[in-house]
């Protein structure tokens, strides 16, 4: 099937980022990895919708995403000699740096909480050469149903204008992204550690392929410079690459 273009309401730059704007298309993550494999998109892209109608969550699952709510994949290029799974707790502590607010929590692997349920998900897909950030932000609105409890923004009083944030997440994104060139993943780390979501407690762990058998339990140690959950075990640390705390 040949694959059509949605309509664009607005193109900006801010900083070296270009910034498209749609009103409704199926799923930021979905357009841009079609414009990748179509040659029709660069690194620094952010594709940005006021709505999807097939929006994407980790783990298969679908992101439900109404009129008002923040919905944007940011493209890259793949780096070079570094982990690139990394760049998602990158994300996540630009996130939590760009709302700005008291009570953000990183809950492993790379969600978002606001005094203890979810504010925001992140979902990074990978084609040959690219990498696709997409994020998406409750600002207005959260859904009834959902795997974890979640939250939005109004709803707790604080009022965000998406472009805005949008713009201050490019910013702390760029600059946390220039320390992990320069430095490693070692500072990105302690500043997600420092905002860890049940470190040093007790955790159960759905491990990603889902079955009841994989769900282990035990102290959430750390997270290692691979970005692994280390998890305590009847004093046995294991490791965990893929999953989500329950
Ligand atoms: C999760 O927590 O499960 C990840 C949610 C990621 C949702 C965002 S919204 C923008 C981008 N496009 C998608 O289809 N999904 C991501």
Redesign the pocket.
Known sequence: MKFLKPAMINKFFHQNFTINHYDQIS????LALELIRNNQIQENQVIICNS?T??????G?N?V?PNGNL???LILKTPQNINSSNLSFLAAVALGEALNLDQINYKWP??ILLQGK?I????IEKDANFIVL???VNLISNPEQTNYPSVNLKDCGINLEKIDLLKSFLDKFSNLNQEWLNFGFAPIRNLWLKKAFNLGKKINIRLKDGSSQKCPSGIFLDLDQDGNLVLNVEGQNILISSGEIF
């Open positions: 799923s930021t993550n979905d999807q097939s929006g994407k969550g980790r783990i699952r992101w995403s919905y944007f994949s790379n969600d979810k925001a998900g992140i979902l997409g994020v998406g």
